[in-house]
């Protein structure tokens, strides 16, 4: 199963040349999720090649415009496109007020249903789950409710040992094996042991975990503890620590200290002040803290695979 982010947005709220604001687009297993969408966001999944029809979940951290200013241009696109799959979108109080009443006032009329949830971004809880990952809030603090995305890829599937499968089994049988269950017959009997048929996958499940605008916080760290990629704010460089504390804001120093203390895998860095025009102090920054860390650069996908974290 592929598990892959590219990077589509690393700026913040200030407008700047050559940065956009935030925005990640994953796949997952063919299937396409956003997390943010800001100004812009749809002409860089132009740029990078990533079919917008392929998106079926869009999360939304907070209403700050510099996360979603893209998502009713991303919308009317698929309007045009003629889209009539379902849509998930996911964020905080008012975003699917402000999106109903653009689409009032633009008189449009989607060819396709949006199921809105709306976050709670006060506490950590399970938010979505499918047949391959769930995702989890992570609280964050800011100036307006915030949270962030933790998303976890289930329990591999059990490995069927081949060489003993029974011959005939229906696929629908050969997937219950997969999934851990017995086969069973008619009179609800054992037929076929699960565990007489299949292995453990060796794979662990892989994740990932997006925080964005917040306030240094410890409680982060818990919540993000060992996952394989964290894309953490690094908005300032520490000089500017107090700015970031006013602000509601982290520097490249804190976002190495969240991925440190959390034993995270990799950390990606993103979201810089449109002060900066070069980002060599963010990655030395983070990088005395916390070696593995890269900035996040725009047109860039990561592969979460088995063995760690890796450029495409
Ligand atoms: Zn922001
Ligand atoms: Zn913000």
């Known amino acids: 199963m592929s598990f892959q982010l590219t990077i589509l947005g690393t700026g ?34 132009l740029a990078y090649k990533l079919r917008p029809s392929k998106i079926k979940y869009i999360f939304i951290t907070h209403l700050h415009g510099d996360h979603y200013f893209g998502l009713i241009g991303l919308l ?9 799959d379902d849509l998930w979108i996911f964020g905080p109080e008012g975003l699917a007020e402000i999106i109903t009443i653009q689409l009032k006032y ?7 249903k949006i199921h809105f949830t709306e ?10 789950e499918n047949e391959h990952v769930t995702i989890h809030t992570i609280p964050l603090i800011h100036r ?25 089994l229906s696929y629908e049988d050969l997937k219950r094996l997969k999934d851990g269950y017995d086969i069973l017959d008619e009179n609800g009997q054992i037929l076929y042991k699960n565990q007489d048929y299949t292995t ?11 925080c964005s605008d917040t306030l240094y916080h410890r409680p982060i760290i818990d919540q993000v503890k060992g996952v394989d990629l964290l894309y953490y704010e690094a908005t300032f460089l520490d000089e500017l620590s107090q700015r970031a504390f006013d602000t ?3 520097t490249a120093l804190q976002a190495g200290m969240v991925a440190r203390d959390a034993k995270v895998g990799k950390l990606i860095i993103g979201h810089f002040s449109s002060r900066y ?8 920054e983070a990088r005395s803290v916390f070696p593995n860390t890269d900035l996040a650069v725009e047109g860039e996908s990561l592969l979460i695979g088995n063995s760690g974290v890796n450029h495409v």
């Open 200 to 210: 453990e996958s060796s794979n662990k499940p892989r994740s990932y975990a997006f």
């Open 119 to 128: 976050t709670d971004t006060e506490k950590s809880y399970q938010l979505f």
């Open 248 to 250: 509601n804001h982290s």
């Open 76 to 84: 009317s696109t698929f309007n045009l496109h003629r889209r009539t």
């Open 277 to 284: 025009k070069v980002l060599d102090d963010h990655l030395t």
């Open 144 to 168: 307006v409710p915030c949270c962030g995305f933790l998303i976890r890829e289930k329990e591999r599937k059990r490995n069927l040992i081949k060489e003993i499968i029974p011959a005939g």
């Open 12 to 45: 913040s709220a200030t407008p700047v040349l050559n940065r956009h604001p935030t925005s990640h687009h994953l796949i997952i297993d063919q299937e396409g999720y956003l997390i943010d969408c800001g100004e812009g966001t749809q002409l860089q999944l």
């Open 106 to 112: 633009s008189d449009s009329r989607l060819m396709f």
